[in-house]
């Protein structure tokens, strides 16, 4: 089973930086690709990043689009999301999402997703929270 744990969130002022982690641990797979997600309150949610774990493509979603990197760490085994000129309108909690399968990940982060097609795994969340 798959598991993933995130961390890096906390309270960053409107233009200020912070970079997310999520660790992999469990996955049956070869690879394993990993996504990141937000959803703030009130609202859906939403896909950020992706990056392939085999061949390191990386496909990003418009909601953060210019203004994150996706990266992976193949020695801790971790994807880190560097979010930089942060908003008050990113304050959301931050998920990790992993699935052994490329393309279904990518069409969650896209937003095409329309096969109710589940995830692999989610992490817990961590609270991301820009003050102005």
């Known amino acids: 089973e798959v598991q993933l744990v995130e961390s890096g969130g906390g309270l960053v002022q409107a233009g200020g930086s912070l970079r997310l982690s999520c660790v992999a641990s469990?996955?049956?797979?070869?690879?394993?690709?990993i996504g990141w997600f937000r959803q703030a309150p009130g609202k859906g949610r939403e896909g950020i990043a992706c990056i392939n774990d085999e061949d390191g493509r990386i496909v990003y979603a418009e909601s953060m689009k210019g203004r994150v990197t996706i990266s992976k760490d193949n020695f801790k085994g971790s994807v880190s999301l560097q979010m930089d000129h942060l908003e008050p309108s990113d304050t959301a909690v931050y998920y990790c999402?992993?699935?052994?399968?490329?393309?279904?990940?990518?069409?969650?982060?896209?937003?095409?997703?329309?096969?109710?097609?589940?995830?692999?795994?989610w992490g817990q969340g961590t609270q991301v929270t820009v003050s102005s």
């Open positions: 469990g996955s049956p797979y070869s690879y394993l690709h």
């Open positions: 999402a992993a699935d052994g399968a490329w393309a279904p990940l990518v069409h969650h982060i896209d937003g095409t997703e329309a096969s109710g097609y589940q995830l692999d795994a």
